[in-house]
């Protein structure tokens, strides 16, 4: 079944505070590497994950202009933390503070990314589900996805400057 099809539970999952979730992709996003964590929460085998594009877990409420900024980020050679709602392979969902960070070859190209992720706090957790309704709900005030994602990236912009700080210390915040 593919994964926008997917039902979701409302069911969601947890991990340990010492667990963390690691992945790698190459530069486009496909992945390279899950480990035990990843693959236990996300439901997935390694056989199902690895080269498929990392947006496989993606869940519908998470807002399309968090992963914009994200790839942003990340393509200009900075880490990046943020929160993130993913979907498991049965629809359940699971929240997490991931770190992402380039990777480089010798010659300073990217050669791809690493993700840790970690199990954010509970009061993280509600006031990142609140911003994400707002910003899903400006994302799909607009017809077209690109238009929706530029006015969602505009809130998020307005929000951050109205709190004179960028987005790791908006997320830290939290």
Not at 66 to 86: C, H, P, Q, S
Request: aromatic share 10%; net charge positive.
């Amino acid at each position: 079944m593919k994964q926008e099809n997917l039902r979701l539970t409302g069911v969601e999952r947890h991990f340990d505070e010492d667990e963390i979730i690691v992945s790698k992709t190459d530069p486009k996003g496909r992945i390279t590497y899950a480990n035990d964590v990843f693959l236990r929460i996300s439901g997935y085998s390694e056989a199902g994950l690895l080269g498929q594009p990392h947006s496989i877990i993606r869940h519908p409420d998470m807002p399309r202009c968090v992963f914009a900024l994200m790839w942003d980020t990340i393509a200009k050679g900075r880490e990046i933390f943020a929160y993130v709602i993913n979907r498991a392979a049965n629809g359940d969902h699971y929240w997490v503070l991931a770190n992402v960070t380039p990777t480089f070859n010798p010659d300073g190209t990217i050669r791809g990314y690493h993700s840790n992720r970690r199990k954010p706090r509970r009061e993280a957790i509600t006031a990142a589900a609140g911003l994400y309704r707002q910003l899903r709900t400006e994302e799909d005030a607009l017809q077209n996805r690109r238009d929706g994602m530029a006015r969602g990236t505009a809130t998020l912009m307005d929000l951050l400057k109205s709190q004179g700080v960028d987005y790791d210390q908006f997320v830290f915040a939290l």
